[in-house]
């Protein structure tokens, strides 16, 4: 079975730094997919960012970076330059392959708050 | 383009009351997945769908059923609800692929 771990519950960051938000996975696969989603207060989920098992560089989408360490099993997200609405829960996710429906497991979510 | 719309946003339930969520999408997606998320958690699989008539169980479908008779529609049916049930619903959609999840805005459940 595969499995998600955001480690740190939640993080304080001063508006403009840089901050890393942890996921590492456990899975046997060598097929998976890896995503980050942002949860706003207002409830809902925004994908932010994915990154396949094969793929060779790490995706970028404007600010947002995933730092991908396939053999440490880890798919920690970046966000340069925080900005006041980047306050929200961020989810990780895996996409098992190996099924047909090719669902989303997803870990328990880290609580990010940007200072002003 | 509505993306998934869910109906409704809110619902109170009493404890044995049965209802049915709501889920539809337009964007002609084969793959259709039902969440929930307690407070201050993740989202956990309920059902999904590969397509019209099949569906299939997920991490945790007791006290939940589905049926998938068109493309566009994804239903949930409660029966008996419980005050376990008491939760945020999110059904999502995606294409064939390697394509990422598009969600509704959820339904905040609470049954008392």
């Known amino acids: 079975a595969q499995k998600i771990t955001q480690t740190q519950p939640g993080m304080f960051v001063q508006e403009k730094e840089a901050v890393t938000l942890d996921c590492t996975y456990d899975?046997?696969?060598?097929?998976?997919?890896l995503f980050w989603y942002k949860q706003p207060s207002s409830g809902e989920m925004i994908f932010l960012i994915y990154?396949?098992?094969?793929?060779?560089q790490n995706a970028t989408e404007g600010r947002y970076s995933l730092n991908f360490q396939k053999a440490r099993k880890s798919a920690n997200l970046v966000i340069s330059a925080s900005q006041l609405g980047d306050s929200a829960m961020y989810f990780c996710a895996m996409r098992d392959d190996n099924n047909a429906g090719n669902m989303l497991t997803f870990g328990g979510g880290t609580r990010l708050m940007v200072k002003p | 383009n509505a993306g998934v719309t869910q109906t409704p946003k809110f619902r109170i339930l009493k404890i044995g009351q049965s209802m049915t969520l709501q889920c539809t999408q337009d964007?002609?997606?084969?793959?259709m997945y039902w969440y929930r998320q307690d407070p201050g958690m993740g989202l956990k699989l309920i059902y999904y769908?590969?397509?019209?008539?099949?569906?299939d169980k997920g991490e945790v479908p007791n006290g939940y059923n589905v049926s998938r008779s068109t493309t566009e529609d994804f239903p949930l049916r409660l029966e008996l609800a419980a005050p376990s049930q008491t939760s945020v619903y999110f059904c999502a959609s995606r294409t064939a692929g390697y394509s990422p999840l598009h969600f509704g805005n959820g339904t905040r459940l609470t049954v008392t």
């Open positions: 990154q396949g098992s094969y793929d060779e």
């Open positions: 899975t046997s696969d060598q097929s998976y997919g």
């Open positions: 769908s590969v397509g019209a008539g099949i569906t």
């Open positions: 964007m002609n997606h084969n793959y």
